[in-house]
């Protein structure tokens, strides 16, 4: 691997983190089409990737995670109840994954299928939100949000850990389907990922990877979190100044034709 693939990696970690299009299912197969990297190396770099862009995450809510500090914060309520939840779905997955990882990737097929089944889903959610936009029923805050939300949304991103299904996708149409406010979904799904990120990078031990240098670990983390930083903020922005089920079914119509890459290639 040198700085070239590096920093693409990177930029496509930072552009895919937030996209319902898998980033780990995406950087795993340019690694083993394009860089003959073999499965389990390359799920590891994959997880190493969402460094650089929980860093971004970190940077661009710095606010909230300070006020996080409060044990009265309910936002950290919420961020807690859905990393618990997460851990239920995610802790069986991942020894289910480390056990079939061959079996999963000699067919190269299974990341298009799930990511397909992800922007089927976004095309639904953005259907279902017109609908509940049309019969006028209003967008929960932060403050209504219950503790079932965060648990179905926290099941939910535990499925993530298999590649080929989308965190940030699972997570933002649960929540919509929820009825939670467009833009707070959005940045729930983002803090959510902290703490999972977290966890995974623990649970897969990244620092056992040794198909990276050091030099190329420093250009991936950097350019994703320059990458997605940037990303996430022009998400933002645009959640607030469009109709959010438009948004939805954009994403799922683009989520469909990018599974499609992997046959392509």
């Known amino acids: 691997m040198n700085a070239i693939q590096s920093t693409l990696l990177g930029m496509l970690q930072g552009i895919t983190e937030w996209l ?24 590891s770099v994959a997880i190493f990737l969402h460094i650089g862009t929980m860093l971004a995450v970190l940077i661009r809510f710095r606010k909230d995670f300070r006020s996080m500090l409060s044990l009265e914060s309910k936002m950290l309520r919420i961020i807690i109840v859905a990393t618990l939840s997460t851990a239920i779905t995610a802790v069986p997955l991942l020894f289910l994954l480390f056990f079939f990882i061959e079996n999963l990737f000699e067919n190269g097929e299974i990341a298009t299928v799930l990511t397909g089944a992800i922007g089927i889903m976004l095309i639904l959610t ?40 989308s965190r940030s996708g699972t997570t933002i ?51 994703a ?27 799922g119509g683009l989520t469909l034709l990018l599974s499609q890459l992997p046959i392509i290639i």
């Open 20 to 43: 319902p299009i898998s980033s780990q299912g995406q950087t795993v197969l340019i690694m083993l089409n394009f860089m003959q990297i073999d499965a389990e190396k390359a799920i």
């Open 126 to 165: 953005g259907i279902m939100l017109g609908v509940q936009k049309r019969t006028g029923n209003s967008y929960r805050s932060l403050d209504e949000i219950k503790t079932r939300d965060m648990v179905f949304a926290g099941l939910a991103q535990g499925f993530s850990i298999l590649p080929g299904i």
């Open 173 to 223: 149409t649960i929540l919509l389907m929820s009825g939670i406010k467009q833009g707070l979904a959005l940045k729930l799904s983002f803090l959510m990922s902290v703490p999972a990120v977290l966890a995974a990078v623990v649970l897969f031990d990244i620092r056992a990877v040794s198909a990276i240098s050091i030099s190329d670990a420093a250009i991936m983390v950097l350019s």
């Open 225 to 251: 979190l320059i990458v997605g930083y940037i990303t996430m903020s022009i998400l933002l922005r645009f959640a607030g100044r469009v109709n959010f089920s438009i948004f939805c079914i954009s994403l």
